[in-house]
């Protein structure tokens, strides 16, 4: 417009380039939210503003905007001023005030260091932008500002250059990636060339005159030389890309969702730890990181898993300095911020810094310290950005808890193998006494028969007796060892059964009440020395049930223990088996003192018990291992089935247990 | 025949009771008694008065233990023999102490049960009569 041949073109060139000024406020607001992060906070004022944007760009093809053009004093051609012009530039003044504010919000409120002076340099930028690129707008006024008319425009263009600068440097869009990525191609790629051309080039030189080999083997040669280069090189050019251009970009929601992805679902504690390290160091490019863990004790915490640290044996007692402070710190602590740093105790500044970390972030369930993430500075140098430490807590939140799942699976599966083999031994040791009774009076049947007929024999009693009688007599007691045997090896069936527990999951086809009677066989003796008398009820033509028929015996076999527990002495079990609908119901009913309401859900926890385990150690060890119900809701979940408990204190207890029926035909 | 013969076996298995009771065949003068209860043999024992009972000490409901108690209270005269298939020392040291005249462990020497079941009640009868 200004070097327009007439006024006619200078208008339409006027025009053409209002158009692009009218967005200028709007792209300039979008772009200063983008750069502190506020897009979402002031969507609406973003959408009011590319409105006025659009209606100014439209009112600018009516004389509303620019009637004509005209010779200002400085320049040939500029801008007759239309009736909305004035409006315009309000609204273009007002919002470029607002966007300097926000910068100038975002410099003041920044955490950081390093972000302060990003944002301070935004700010100085913005506002030479703002103030040398408004001088402009006097113009169509006539309005002649020395010195701004001709150089203000510059302040556009180092507005332009420090905002690319800090694009480039303070890690702002995608741009790096695409930069990165060539830079470490291009690298390779000459690096390849060079290896395989130095190789050539020394072997044709030097080495063909003392071992002449042929051309072939030389390219061989070199292409393996650049092949042995490749990853070295690789590595090298990915962390000098890293480290003195750009920082990798992460979306924190990304890796939180990896993170969480990445661990949520692993069950064994190292893999945890070496998981959640891994992801954070990719993601966030660490140099360095730490787990630590509470012991089982609860007393000490120590190195679970590290990368890029020197003393990995190091613990931390809980009631030692280190911990005490962070408890009473309760938060996440970033070194970076020099304030923070400053005010921490050196109880917590010492470790810290001897692994050169930056970030500590306390692990709480339930308020209870499980562990802690301890991470190092990034290997670009780079502060953490406030996107990041925002998603701390959550990363804390995810951690703790993966961990905290993946150690009580721990404690539990290992209690779980503890406690099956306790459960064994205790079983055996309780069961040893009826066992040896039950054989012993199998062994006394067989031996008195045999010693009855010899004795007799000798005594000449069967001479009395016709050849009729005395084959009746010696079959009638051939049946009765017999007997004994079968009831011998019966009772060594069962203890060597239970002993040998099959750990796969097996399902066969079985009657509940077949189990039942077994469970109840195992415990008869310590029933009868107790003075528990057992009711059994089961209905006719039951069908079977589809589980493992040690694992529900095991089931009953607790149960029954339990009951026998409850009542300490004299009582009355009532079994009953029955079918509920689809389901065969087995019920155990105890005359004992019953289990509180509050109870009820706590005692299927692994661990509670409210067995007095301190008064009689001697006794088995099934008794007050906490473990019993919990292995019984276990196997009945294991095999889709469900337990209804019912107590009323001083009355008794009945636990329901039900299991699918078998729809084949029993 | 006087009550000093009587032999009152309190046992829950009943093969135990037969194999003694074929043995018992050769004594016509010695009265075999088989219970398969403890309150069952203590009712017969009120009724009988034997001059030997031999008590199993592992039986449901009433244990050999309680049984021996009664027992001794309503038959002070009476000499016993207590069968185990268990070994418990402890246990074994308070039957010995309420007062028994001999232990057998399961599986028990039949011949060696039935002289000192015979030998008893020689003895039982020798002090009365002497």
């Known amino acids: ?666 | 025949m006087s009550e000093q013969y009587k032999v009152l076996m309190i046992e829950d298995e009943t093969d135990i009771i037969y194999s003694l009771a074929q043995v018992f065949e050769n004594f016509k003068h010695i009265k075999f008694i088989g219970s398969e209860s403890a309150l069952q043999g203590i009712e017969l024992a009120k009724a009988e008065r034997p001059g030997v009972i031999l008590l199993d000490l592992h039986m449901p409901r009433m244990s050999g233990e309680e049984a021996l108690e009664e027992l001794k209270k309503l038959l002070p005269e009476t000499k016993f023999i207590v069968m185990t298939g268990w070994e418990d020392g402890e246990t074994k040291q308070r039957i010995e102490r309420m007062g028994i005249d001999a232990y057998f462990s399961k599986p028990m020497d039949l011949e060696k049960l039935v002289t000192k079941i015979i030998s008893l009640l020689m003895i039982k009868n020798e002090v009365k009569n002497g």
């Open chain 1, 1 to 666: 417009m200004v070097l327009a041949p007439n006024a006619e073109a200078g208008l339409l060139a006027d025009r053409i380039s209002l158009m692009g000024i009218v967005f200028i406020p709007t792209a300039f607001l979008h772009f200063t939210l983008a750069f502190i992060g506020q897009i979402k906070k002031r969507i609406k004022l973003i959408y009011f503003a590319y409105g006025m944007s659009i209606l100014f760009a439209i009112a600018n093809w009516t004389p509303l905007m620019a009637v004509s053009v005209s010779r200002k004093h400085f320049v040939p051609l500029f801008t007759d001023p239309g009736n909305l012009y004035p409006f315009f530039l309000m609204f273009f003044a007002s919002i470029m005030t607002l966007s300097l504010v926000f910068s100038w919000k975002a410099y003041r409120d920044a955490k950081t260091q390093s972000k302060k002076i990003t944002n301070f340099y935004f700010l100085l930028a913005a506002f030479l932008a703002t103030a040398g690129g408004s001088g402009n707008f006097f113009a169509p006024y006539d309005i002649f500002l020395p010195f701004m008319i001709p150089y203000g425009s510059y302040g556009v263009v180092l507005y332009a250059i420090i905002t690319g600068y800090l694009i480039v440097k303070r890690r702002f869009l995608d741009i790096e990636l695409i930069v990165k990525k060539t830079l470490v191609f291009t690298g390779l790629f000459g690096m390849a060339m060079a290896v395989i051309a130095i190789v050539t080039e020394l072997s044709n030189g030097i080495v063909a005159k003392f071992f002449p080999v042929s051309s072939l083997v030389e390219r061989a040669f070199s292409i393996l030389a650049a092949l042995l280069l490749y990853e070295p090189t690789k590595e090298f050019l990915v962390r000098a890309t890293d480290r003195y251009l750009f920082q990798k970009k992460e979306d924190v929601r990304v890796i939180l969702n990896k993170l969480s992805q990445n661990i949520i679902t692993i069950l064994d504690i190292e893999k945890v730890g070496t998981t959640i390290l891994e992801t954070l160091k990719d993601s966030l490019r660490l140099e360095s990181g730490i787990i630590l863990i509470q012991d089982e004790d609860g007393k000490t915490y120590e190195i679970m898993d590290s990368f890029g640290i020197q003393n990995k044996r190091e613990r931390f007692l809980k009631d030692g300095s280190f911990i005490r402070c962070l408890l009473e710190s309760d938060k996440i602590l970033n070194l970076e911020d020099s304030q923070q740093k400053e005010s921490l105790p050196s109880a917590i500044r010492g470790p810290l810094e001897s692994w050169g970390a930056v970030i500590c972030i306390p692990l709480f369930i339930h308020r209870e310290l499980i562990g802690l993430l301890v991470l190092g500075k990034k290997k670009s140098d780079q502060e953490f950005s406030d996107d990041e430490l925002d998603c701390f807590p959550a990363v804390a939140g995810q951690v703790a808890i993966a961990l905290s799942n993946a150690r009580l699976y721990h404690i539990l599966m290992r209690s779980q193998a503890d406690f099956a083999q306790q459960a064994k031994m205790a079983a055996i040791g309780t069961l040893s006494a009826g066992i040896s009774h039950e054989i012993k009076n199998p062994l006394q049947v067989i031996r008195g028969i045999v010693e009855m007929l010899r004795f007799n024999k000798k005594s000449g009693l069967y001479k009395e007796y016709t050849k009729e009688q005395y084959e009746e007599l010696i079959s009638e007691a051939l049946v009765r060892v017999l007997d004994a045997v079968n009831r011998a090896t019966g009772v060594i069936d069962r203890l060597s059964s239970f002993a040998k527990k099959p750990k796969e999951l097996k399902t066969e086809l079985f009657s509940i009440e077949q189990a039942m009677d077994d469970a109840l066989n195992m415990v008869t003796y310590e029933f009868e020395q107790n003075q528990i008398v057992v009711k059994k009820d089961y209905a006719a033509n039951l069908p079977k049930v589809l589980a493992d028929q040690h694992a529900i015996e095991e089931v009953f076999f607790n149960l029954l223990i339990n009951a026998r527990h409850a009542m300490v002495e004299k009582g009355i079990i009532s079994v009953q088996v029955r079918q509920q609908g689809n389901e065969i119901e087995a019920l155990l009913r105890d005359t004992g003192p019953g289990i509180p309401k509050e109870n009820f859900e706590k005692i299927f926890d692994p661990f509670f018990t409210t067995k007095d385990t301190s008064r009689n150690p001697d006794d088995n060890a099934i008794k007050g291992s906490g473990l019993g119900l919990f292995l019984v809701r276990e196997i009945v979940k294991r095999y889709s089935g469900r337990i209804v408990l019912e107590s009323e204190v001083g009355k008794g207890t009945t636990f329901h247990i039900f299991l699918p029926a078998s729809p084949m035909p029993s």
